[in-house]
C-alpha cells in the first residue's frame, strides 16, 4: 500500500511524501472515519497560567483534593445504588402488574377459545405498549439505545461522544431500561446500570448540571477531562457492582474493557466506589423485600444464587471446555447475524419514528412468541416438588391442575427467574423444551439488541447460554451417566460460554461470575470456558462491542499497534503541513484559521518556525472573548498581562461547553490587534521525529492519553501533526480488507 517515494520539498523541510493510493483513499474516508468525534484533552496543559497556580498551593490544597476524590467516589456510589434501586423497584412493580392481569384473565374465563384470546390479547397489548414506551425515551435521547458499553468504551478511550455522559441521557436510560424489561423483551438492566454509573461519575464529580444550567459551584477543580475520566471508570465500576453485586468484578470490568489508562491510587478509589454502591444497594433491597433492615441478602440487581451444592469434579472439565467450544461458536454466529441486521438498520432505517416503530414490532414479536409456544408446544409435568402458590398459578399455563408447563417457566417468566430456574433446577428439562427456548431466545436477543430502546446484552446471553449448557449438560449425563454430571453447574458454565463468545470479556467476566455465584470452586472452570470460547470466537469474528464500534466509526484505539505499523515511518501517516501560529499573531489571522478549520490544537512557534509549543481552540476563543490582545505586537510582560486579566479559573468555568469562535464579537479595529500566546500555550509537549516508526508513535500516543502529537525535524521545526484520526485512517486504509470484518464500510453509501 506504502512506497518509499523520494523526499519531496514543503515549507523547507524535507519530508516523505505520502502514497497517492494512501491519499486518495485518506480522501475517501475522510466522512467515515470518526469525523463527527472528537478527542478528549487529558494532557495537562502546563502553561505560565498553571505555574503562577501551582506556585501559591500548599501541600494542604493537594491533600484536600485527594481527600475530595475519596468523598466524591463515596457520593457516586451512593447515587448509582439509588438509581440501581429505582430501576428494580419500579420494574418490578410493572412486570408483577402485567403478569397478575394477564393472569387473571387467564383463570376466570368462560370458555376455551375466550380463556386463549382474551388473555394472549392482554399480554400482547401491555407488552407492546411498555415497549413503546421504552422507545419514545430514545426517540428524545437517541444515546440512551443500547447497553452504552460501547460508548463508555470509547470515552474512555479518550473519544468525546456527543451527549454520552450528559443527565438527560441519565434520566431516559435509567426510566427507558425498566420498561423495556417489563416490556419482555430479551434485554437485562446491566449494561444501561454501567452507562448509568458512568454518567453519575461524569455528573457528580463536576458539580455543575449544564443541562439544568445549574451551577452548584462544587468541585471546579475537578473540571477538565483527565479528572472526569477517573471519575466515569468509577461510576463505570459501580454500575457493575450494582447490577451483580461484584465490586471486585466491576473495577476489573472497568480495567479490563474500558479505561486506558490507570493507576495505583484510581483503583483504591474505584474499589470504595464499587463497595460502598453495592452495601447500599444492598440495604436497600433486603429492606424493600421482606427481610429486616441490616440483614444482607441481596447484593445487587441480578442473583445466580449460590452453587455450594451443585459439586462438580475434574473428569468433567473436558467437557466444559466442549461447552467453550460450543459457546465460541454460537457467539460468533450470534455477532455476525447481528452485524449483519445492523447494517440494515444503518441503511434504511434513519427516522426516529422507524427506530420507534421497529422497536415496537420486535416487542409484539416476542410478546407473540412468549405467550403462544407454551400454549402451542406445551410440556406438562407434576413437579418432584410442590411450589410456592403464586409460581405454581403462572406456570399452570393451561395444563390440568397440579401440573406446570415446562416451557412457561422458560418463556411466560421475567428472564432473571428463567436463569434461575435453569441453574438450580432439581428436574431434568426435556431436550425439547431447551432445544425450542434456545433457538427462539437466541433469536430474539440477536435480533433485539441494537433496536432504539435501552437494552442489556448481559442477561440474554446468559440465559441463551445457560439453555445451551443445561442441554449439553443432560445429553453428557444421558450418554455417560457413570459420571454424574450436574446439569445446573453445566447450564452456569454454558451461560459463561455464550456470554464469552458475544463480549468476548475474560478476567472481568471470571470474577463478575464468581461473585455472583458466590462460590470460588466454580472459579477455575469458568476461566478455562471464557478463555477457549474467546479464542473460538475471535477466530471467526471480534466481540459485539467491537463490531458496533467500528459500524459507528469510531477512532478507537485498542491496546495494541496495528501489525502494519512495524514497517512504516511517522511521516507515511502525519497530517501535513500542519497550522501554526507564531507566539505572538494578529487577532484577525486566529479568528480565520478557526472559522476555516475544525482542528483543535495548533503548534505555536517562533519566528524562525521552531516550535515552543501548542495551543488548544477552547483557549484561543477564550482569549478572544475575552480580549486579551493589544494594539501593536510589542507586548507588555507577562506579569502585567495576565494580572487582573485572565485566570486559570476562566478556563475552568466554562467546562465543557466552551464559547466556539462564532460567539466571539471582535470590532474591525480589534481585528488588527495582537495577542501574546506565550503564557497559554502548552509549553514543550511530547514530540517525534517523521522517521519514527509508526509503532511507537501509536504507543506513545495510546499510553499517554495524547489528543494530538506534533511531529518536528532535527532542527526542531514542525513539520506535522499526528491524531487519532490519522492513526485509524491508516489503519483501514492499510487493512480495509486483511484485518477488517465485513462492516458497513463496504458500501458504496458511505463514500459517495
Not at 402485567?98 to 407488552?127: E, G, N, R, Y
Request: hydrophobic residues 45%.
Amino acid at each position: 500500500m506504502f512506497s518509499r517515494l523520494p523526499f519531496g520539498k514543503r515549507n523547507d523541510v524535507s519530508i516523505p511524501l505520502m502514497s497517492g493510493k494512501f491519499k486518495a483513499f485518506k480522501e475517501g474516508w475522510k466522512n467515515a472515519i470518526g469525523h463527527k468525534f472528537e478527542g478528549l484533552d487529558y494532557e495537562v496543559i502546563q502553561n505560565d497560567l498553571y505555574q503562577r497556580d501551582m506556585i501559591i498551593k500548599t501541600p494542604w490544597t493537594f491533600k484536600r483534593r485527594e481527600i475530595m476524590r475519596w468523598i466524591v467516589s463515596m457520593l457516586i456510589g451512593i447515587c448509582t445504588a439509588l438509581v440501581g434501586f429505582f430501576i428494580v423497584s419500579v420494574g418490578n412493580l410493572i412486570t408483577d402488574a402485567k403478569f397478575t392481569l394477564t393472569l387473571s384473565q387467564m383463570h376466570h374465563c368462560d370458555s376455551t377459545a375466550i380463556c386463549f384470546w382474551v388473555p394472549f390479547l392482554v399480554w400482547v397489548s401491555l407488552s407492546t405498549g411498555l415497549v413503546f414506551l421504552a422507545s419514545l425515551f430514545v426517540a428524545f435521547e437517541p444515546v440512551a439505545a443500547g447497553s452504552g458499553i460501547p460508548e463508555i468504551k470509547c470515552y474512555l478511550n479518550g473519544i468525546k461522544i456527543p451527549r454520552v455522559t450528559r443527565m438527560v441521557t441519565l434520566i431516559a436510560k435509567a426510566t427507558g431500561v425498566l420498561f423495556s424489561v417489563a416490556g419482555g423483551l430479551a434485554v437485562g438492566k446491566e449494561g444501561p446500570m454501567i452507562h448509568s454509573g458512568a454518567i453519575i461519575g461524569a455528573g457528580v464529580s463536576q458539580g455543575n448540571f449544564v443541562a439544568f444550567g445549574k451551577d452548584l459551584g462544587l468541585f471546579r477543580y475537578f473540571r477538565n477531562d483527565r479528572e472526569k475520566r477517573d471519575f466515569v471508570s468509577s461510576g463505570a465500576a459501580a454500575g457493575v457492582a450494582a447490577a451483580f453485586g461484584a465490586p471486585i468484578g466491576g473495577v476489573l470490568f472497568s480495567i479490563e474493557e474500558g479505561a486506558s489508562f490507570w493507576n495505583q491510587n484510581l483503583t483504591w478509589r474505584s474499589m470504595f466506589c464499587s463497595m460502598v454502591c453495592s452495601f447500599i444497594l444492598n440495604v436497600l433491597l433486603s429492606g424493600t423485600s421482606g427481610h429486616s433492615w441490616g440483614l444482607l441478602s441481596q447484593p445487587g440487581l441480578l442473583s445466580f444464587g449460590e452453587f455450594k451444592d451443585v459439586p462438580y469434579d475434574a473428569r468433567q472439565l473436558p467437557f466444559m471446555c466442549l461447552l467453550g467450544i460450543v459457546g465460541g461458536l454460537c457467539g460468533a454466529v450470534f455477532n455476525w447475524s447481528n452485524i449483519q441486521l445492523t447494517k440494515l438498520r444503518l441503511l434504511y432505517r434513519h427516522k426516529r419514528w422507524a427506530r420507534a416503530l421497529e422497536a415496537t414490532f420486535v416487542g409484539l414479536l416476542t410478546a407473540t412468541l412468549t405467550f403462544s409456544v407454551p400454549y402451542v408446544l406445551p410440556h406438562c409435568r407434576t413437579p418432584a416438588t410442590p411450589l410456592p402458590p403464586d409460581q405454581m398459578l403462572r406456570y399452570q399455563f393451561y395444563c390440568a391442575e397440579g401440573q406446570l408447563n415446562g416451557h412457561a417457566e422458560l418463556f411466560f417468566s421475567p428472564w432473571e427467574d428463567s436463569i434461575k430456574a435453569l441453574f438450580h433446577g432439581t428436574e431434568d428439562y426435556s431436550f425439547r423444551s431447551l432445544g425450542v427456548f434456545f433457538g427462539i431466545y437466541s433469536f430474539l436477543a440477536m435480533i433485539t439488541y441494537g433496536i432504539g430502546v435501552p437494552s442489556g446484552l448481559f442477561v440474554p446471553s446468559l440465559l441463551a447460554g445457560s439453555a445451551m449448557g443445561r442441554l449439553l449438560g443432560q445429553l453428557f449425563n444421558l450418554i455417560f451417566p457413570n459420571l454424574n454430571l450436574n446439569p445446573g453447574g453445566f447450564a452456569l458454565i454454558g451461560a459463561a460460554a455464550f456470554l464469552g463468545g458475544v463480549v468476548r470479556m475474560t478476567i472481568s467476566l471470571t470474577v463478575i461470575l464468581i461473585e455472583s455465584t458466590n462460590d470460588i470452586s466454580y472459579g477455575m472452570p469458568i476461566m478455562l470456558t471464557l478463555m477457549i470460547s474467546k479464542w473460538v470466537g475471535d477466530y471467526f469474528t471480534e466481540g459485539i462491542y467491537d463490531y458496533h464500534i467500528e459500524l459507528n466509526k469510531i477512532p478507537l484505539l485498542g491496546w495494541d499497534a496495528p501489525f502494519n505499523m512495524r514497517s512504516v515511518k511517522t511521516s507515511e501517516f502525519m497530517s501535513h503541513p500542519p497550522v501554526t501560529f507564531q507566539e505572538v499573531e494578529r487577532v484577525e489571522n486566529i479568528i480565520n484559521v478557526l472559522k476555516s478549520t475544525t482542528h483543535n490544537g495548533f503548534p505555536v512557534t517562533k519566528s524562525d518556525g521552531k516550535f515552543m509549543g501548542i495551543i488548544l481552540r477552547h483557549q484561543l476563543t477564550i482569549l478572544l472573548k475575552k480580549k486579551i490582545f493589544s494594539e501593536t505586537q510589542e507586548q507588555s510582560s507577562i506579569d502585567d498581562q495576565m494580572d487582573g486579566y485572565i485566570s486559570k479559573r476562566d478556563f475552568v468555568d466554562p467546562y465543557p461547553r466552551f464559547p466556539e469562535v462564532q460567539d466571539v464579537n471582535v470590532t474591525p479595529e480589534e481585528m488588527q490587534y495582537f495577542i501574546n500566546l506565550a503564557p497559554y500555550y502548552n509549553v514543550r509537549p511530547a514530540t517525534l521525529s517523521p522517521e519514527t516508526l509508526g509503532t511507537r508513535t501509536y504507543d506513545l500516543f495510546r499510553t499517554l492519553g495524547l489528543r494530538h502529537l506534533v511531529i518536528v525535524d532535527s532542527e526542531n521545526k514542525v513539520v506535522g501533526m499526528v491524531t487519532r484520526k490519522d492513526l485509524a485512517d491508516f489503519n483501514h486504509a492499510e487493512h480495509s480488507e486483511k484485518q477488517r470484518p465485513p462492516s458497513l464500510f463496504d458500501s458504496d453509501l458511505i463514500l459517495n
